[in-house]
């Protein structure tokens, strides 16, 4: 690196957090020899090989993801039929399996490392002017990549799904598909009506939180929230947030539903196996099989009876389009011959696109200072310090222990959900969702700014100066956005990146709601008695091209969205699920594709409308709804099925 060309508070940060990088690799190593129940050698699925690969099989699954991990255990149940789950990754590597780690995955090897196309109204701080868009490319998909929070939407995002023509999909009805997944560990909603016990799933809080987390809850309930649980009766309020942990780390899809069936002789798994194409019967219009290639060898393999897509929203589109199922018009102009004009194939691309880089400086009170761990030697950090979480005694302790930091989520230790004045707050549908950090960007340094695809410069100017103070931080997120954006191919080529338009903040309406986010923040912040006991204040640094805009101010939070725009990996409804009358609608109620025989789609791209919260427990539950449609579809009945 050239300390000249990136100035001294860069060199500084890149030198820092390139050793950060460098360390976690050891972390992967100390977890391999010394945390034997994360390698869990005995209970991972072992792939087919190639030459085990049968040439039919009853199910085709293309995408071993949050959604496809889930069809593969649930048909599989059924021991007559056969079931091939295909995945273009390898399996979860042991450091998934550790909170704190999350952001180190991304642009990693098990990461798509997609960016978006370049905007000139959003993402204006990040390197091409494009947000990353991370995709899981790994058994268990964006299960082993995401924050790891479980939060379901709110029942009128579902009971709008069915109210667009789509039967059976209001709250009351996927209600019992969430807890058929779940078991909760939260001790007190164990007996709550909205959870349920021994499902594959496990849902916990996180097992190391950072003290200054009580004081963003106590601050909330000072501003009138109560704390909730935000998967309940009521969205509105605070909440240490939910996850899907297990003892204390990741349980991805692939750990809570593959490794249960790993041992059923009617599953078989491939892994790093890319799908190029479906095979389709022109004359009857139905989908027969896949071509597929592992390393430098092709296959095909068939369906006798469905092919399941669960490629997700980004590469469903995309390998419907590389098949010849898409917008006319794009297929001619890609040179692919038409099979079906479906013109919503790759339309209606939604996202909760965030604000970041909303960081303040806080004291630690002196009575945790000097009352509660006055020798300094032994004291735990009030809010993250990134140096201390990979300090040999931090990784003793996670090892040894199981217990410390490497436990923790800084991202979003807390959450809350709250209404502005363009949502009816008596409603109870919030249109804002914020994580509330014990540490944020800046401590995260080197694995943010590579995630993000930010501008070195930006990240300088942002944190160069601040890593040594305590910090925290809040991320508002849009949930109900208007913008909508679409995936195109780039080429006929199924190795070439999808164009990923994500349209962030067309809808200028977007922005109006997301700058009240940040107003919400900043009243928070700085006007709770609970936050001025600990000095709270705005980071001192401005994002670069906004400093000419006071500070702070409507034109100034604007600005900042614009540049310091977030992805929060909610990409969905890119194959939209609406009855054929929608000219748009690409499958129907049951998931099975218009105008397509045998072909259904089960992931997020099948959501009309993202619903309001994270993505993955709303993505578990549709595969859950999904496996009881295929089962009574070919006569299996299941007890308590509602489909």
């Given amino acids: ?245 297990r003892d204390g780390l990741r349980c991805s899809t692939a750990k809570a539903f593959i490794r249960p069936a790993r041992n059923r002789r009617n599953l078989h798994v491939s892994l790093n196996t890319m799908v190029e194409r479906l095979i389709i019967d022109e004359a009857n219009k139905t989908a027969r099989g896949v071509e597929f290639r592992i390393g430098t060898s092709r296959r095909v393999v068939y369906a006798r009876r469905e092919l399941i897509l669960s490629a997700g929203a980004v590469q469903t589109p995309q390998l419907l389009m590389l098949s010849g ?75 040894a222990n199981h217990s410390g930091p490497l436990y923790a989520t800084p991202a979003a230790e807390l959450m809350s959900f709250f209404s502005t004045k363009y949502a009816n707050a008596s409603d109870d549908h919030p249109d804002i969702q914020i994580f509330w950090s014990s540490g944020g960007d800046c401590k995260a340094g080197y694995s943010a700014s590579r995630a993000y695809n930010l501008q070195p410069d930006a990240f300088a100017s942002l944190c160069g100066n601040i890593l040594t103070n305590n910090l925290i931080q809040a991320v508002p997120l849009l949930l109900r956005p208007r913008s909508a954006g679409y995936i195109r191919l780039r080429s006929k080529d199924p190795n070439i990146d999808p164009v990923i338009a994500s349209k962030y903040f067309e809808n200028p309406h977007d922005l109006d709601v997301i700058i009240e986010g940040a107003k919400f923040i900043h009243k928070f912040m700085t006007t709770t008695r609970t936050m001025r006991s600990l000095n709270t204040r705005p980071n001192p640094n401005r994002i670069p091209g906004c400093e000419s805009y006071e500070y702070p101010s409507d034109d100034y939070w604007r600005c900042q969205a614009r540049h310091y725009s977030l992805t929060i990996y909610h990409q969905s409804g890119t194959c939209k699920m609406g009855p054929a009358s929608d000219r748009m609608a690409c499958v129907d109620h049951r998931l099975r594709f218009h105008g397509i025989g045998r072909l259904r789609v089960v992931d997020a791209s099948i959501m009309p409308r993202v619903p309001s919260g994270n993505t993955n427990a709303p993505t578990i539950m549709i595969a859950e709804k999904a496996a009881d449609m295929v089962k009574e579809d070919w006569g299996v009945r299941t007890p308590g099925s509602r489909v």
């Fill in 1 to 245: 690196m050239d300390q000249v060309n990136l100035g001294p508070s860069l060199y500084r940060i890149v030198t820092l957090y390139g050793f950060r990088a460098g360390l976690l690799f050891l972390v992967n190593m100390f977890l391999v020899t010394f945390r034997p129940d994360i390698v869990d050698r005995e209970h991972r699925v072992i792939p087919v090989t190639p030459s085990e690969i049968r040439d039919t099989y009853d199910f085709v699954i293309v995408g071993g993801g949050s959604a496809g991990a889930v069809m593969a255990n649930r048909l599989s149940e059924i021991r007559n039929w056969t079931v091939l789950l295909l995945e273009a990754g390898p399996d979860e590597p042991p450091l998934s399996d550790v909170p704190a780690a999350y952001l180190s995955l991304q642009k990693s090897p098990i990461d798509w490392q997609f960016n978006m196309e370049p905007s000139d109204k959003s993402c204006l701080s990040m390197q091409h002017n494009q947000c990353a868009c991370p995709r899981g490319k790994v058994l268990g998909g964006g299960s082993v990549l995401n924050a790891i929070l479980y939060i379901r939407g709110n029942r009128r995002d579902y009971d709008t799904w069915e109210s667009l023509g789509n039967p059976g999909w209001n709250y009351k009805t996927v209600l019992p598909y969430f807890k058929k997944s779940e078991d909760i560990r939260v001790p007190e909603l164990r007996n709550s009506q909205y959870h349920q016990t021994g499902g594959y799933l496990t849902v916990e809080t996180f097992k190391y939180k950072y003290p200054v987390g009580s004081y963003m809850l106590r601050a909330g309930t000072e501003m009138g929230y109560e704390v909730v649980d935000v998967n309940g009766a009521n969205q509105t309020g605070f909440t240490y947030s939910h996850a899907t942990l």
């Fill in 325 to 399: 199922i898409g917008p006319r018009s794009h297929l001619e102009e890609m040179r692919i011959p038409v099979i079906q004009d479906t013109p919503g194939v790759g339309e209606n691309l939604q996202d909760h696109v965030a604000m970041g880089g909303l960081t303040y400086l806080i004291d630690p009170p002196s009575e945790y200072v000097e009352d509660t761990y006055p020798d300094e030697e032994t004291r735990p950090p009030f809010s993250v310090n990134a140096e201390l979480a990979i300090r040999p005694d931090s990784l003793s302790s996670f090892v």
